[in-house]
């Protein structure tokens, strides 16, 4: 069975510039979740989603970041704008919403780097 | 992480054994999971508990106290590769996952 996908790894970005990461989560898993992993620190959730609802995204910069999955599969998270305050390991995970959460599989993540 | 707390570092030997603590809050409680993360890796599950006791899983084991919103995950017989940060994680329905910062766990020979 194929794992949670992340893409791209890595990015390095100047302060000012737009990116985008993508997620394909484990096929069947309906809730698909967003963290962001500062360097030494656990991960924080940024927004998760239910098939294409948002759940919870009150810890997105919502000047500055977006988050989608619109036909409850893959998802896209983009930054406006970037800062050097954003570099850190961007981490997308799915679950079974019915199993509450008692597993979540994550991905690799991508490691963003804001110069 | 707000609402869940552990040590920042855990030294141990090679052979014993390490107890990594966790407290949270307990509002909203679903649930308490435990993941290893390898340093340039993401999370692995290890572990999820939602009844109070210890929950034996042979090299991972859980105890939980909900009345006291206490945790701790034992790591016995330790080995070199158990080094890694290990995350304690709080289930809430409404808010999903809230992760500890991550307890850093060194073991030396």
């Known amino acids: 069975e194929a794992g949670v996908t992340q893409s791209p790894r890595y990015a390095v970005l100047q302060e000012g510039q737009a990116v985008s990461f993508w997620c394909d989560p484990i096929?069947?898993?309906?809730?698909l979740y967003w963290y962001q992993q500062p360097r030494d620190q656990g991960p924080q959730l940024l927004v998760y989603?239910?098939?294409?609802?948002?759940?919870?995204n009150s810890q997105l910069p919502s000047d500055r970041f977006s988050a989608v999955r619109p036909k409850g599969t893959n998802s896209t998270l983009k930054i406006q704008s970037a800062k050097q305050g954003d570099t850190a390991t961007y981490l997308c995970?799915?679950?079974?919403?019915?199993?509450?959460?008692?597993?979540?599989?994550f991905g690799k993540g991508t490691r963003l780097t804001v110069v | 992480g707000q609402g869940v707390e552990q040590p920042d570092n855990l030294m141990s030997v090679e052979g014993t054994f390490a107890r990594v603590n966790c407290t949270y809050s307990?509002?909203?409680?679903?649930?308490l999971s435990w993941y290893q993360q390898r340093e340039g890796h993401a999370p692995v599950f290890l572990s999820y508990?939602?009844?109070?006791g210890l929950k034996d899983s042979g090299h991972f084991s859980t105890f939980l106290s909900r009345s006291n919103g206490y945790s701790y995950l034992l790591l016995t017989e330790l080995q070199i590769k158990d080094s890694a940060s290990y995350l304690c994680?709080?289930?809430?329905?409404?808010?999903?996952?809230?992760f500890g910062l991550g307890t850093r766990v060194s073991v030396f020979p």
């Open positions: 096929s069947g898993h309906d809730t």
């Open positions: 995970a799915s679950s079974f919403w019915d199993r509450g959460d008692t597993e979540v599989f």
């Open positions: 307990t509002s909203g409680f679903n649930g």
């Open positions: 989603f239910r098939d294409e609802a948002v759940i919870d």
């Open positions: 508990v939602v009844l109070d």
């Open positions: 994680v709080r289930n809430n329905y409404a808010q999903g996952l809230t």
